[in-house]
């Protein structure tokens, strides 16, 4: 049997999102509940529309159909099943233990107790983080240490375009490529049985207008669709966990 998932902490007050690095949060056990935050009225309606979506993975047309536009761009694209070794929590408090994430860069599994601040950040930020902010449904954007600066600011303007739940990074191991991430699952059944949703990713050697349409439909096919059923609303730019 699964182990159940620990509380989610309470609902996230602003902050002062760094553009450098992540700032520390204070360790801890903040724990999880498996439940929105203060959901009620309309926002219980949004949550019926997020579990219906996700349980059906927004269509196997429109993932096709996403399949196809990362292919004509170049890209590398899959989706992999939720993974985390059976009988361990999900949280695991520490930011130096290597976990056995199934895509690199990570898009689901084991992460920290406390996310990052949501944000643009021109510093890498510790992907032991970024993976709960995958788990709130962000939809994050990677890039190597060797990819121009023409690009990074592209990836810059297509995160203003929609800044809530989208989330931006340096990841020098990528190299001269940059990445697309996100984590979907259904709210009422994550956790349970290893049910751990579904992580998405796709690899680009480049930015192009091509590129930037496969990006588009990631996002709007995945984000704010992530496997606690967070809504966009808790994942504002400088946003971040309870200090």
């Known amino acids: 049997m699964a182990k159940k998932k620990t509380r989610t902490p309470p609902p996230p007050r602003r902050v002062q999102a760094p553009q450098q690095r992540s700032a520390a949060p204070p360790d801890g056990g ?14 219980a309606l949004a949550l019926v529309i997020v579990v219906l979506v996700v ?83 962000g939809v994050v954007l990677w890039w190597g240490s060797k990819v121009p600066q023409s690009t990074v600011d592209a990836l810059r303007s297509f995160y203003d375009e929609q800044p809530d739940g989208t989330f931006g990074t340096p990841y020098p191991k990528l190299g001269s490529r940059i990445a697309i991430t996100a984590w979907t699952g259904n709210p009422a059944t994550y956790g349970r049985n290893g049910d751990y949703g579904q992580g ?28 606690e059923g967070v809504p966009l609303s808790a994942d504002e730019p400088g946003m971040g966990p309870p200090q």
């Open 30 to 43: 903040l724990r999880h509940r498996a439940v929105l935050y203060g959901v009620s009225g309309a926002g």
């Open 55 to 137: 349980a059906l993975g927004g269509g196997a047309s429109a993932a096709k159909a996403l399949a196809n536009k990362m292919s004509a761009a170049g890209c590398t694209f899959k989706t992999v099943k939720g993974y985390v070794p059976p009988g361990q929590p999900i949280h695991v408090p520490s930011l130096t233990k290597k976990l056995p994430w199934n895509t690199d860069p990570p898009s689901n599994g084991q992460h920290y107790p406390f996310w990052a601040v949501w944000g643009f950040y021109t510093s890498p930020v510790d992907p032991h983080r970024v993976v709960h902010n995958e788990e709130h449904g």
């Open 200 to 227: 998405h990713i796709a690899i680009c050697t480049s930015w192009s207008d091509k590129t930037k349409k496969a990006f588009t439909s990631f996002r709007s096919l995945y984000r704010g669709h992530g496997p």
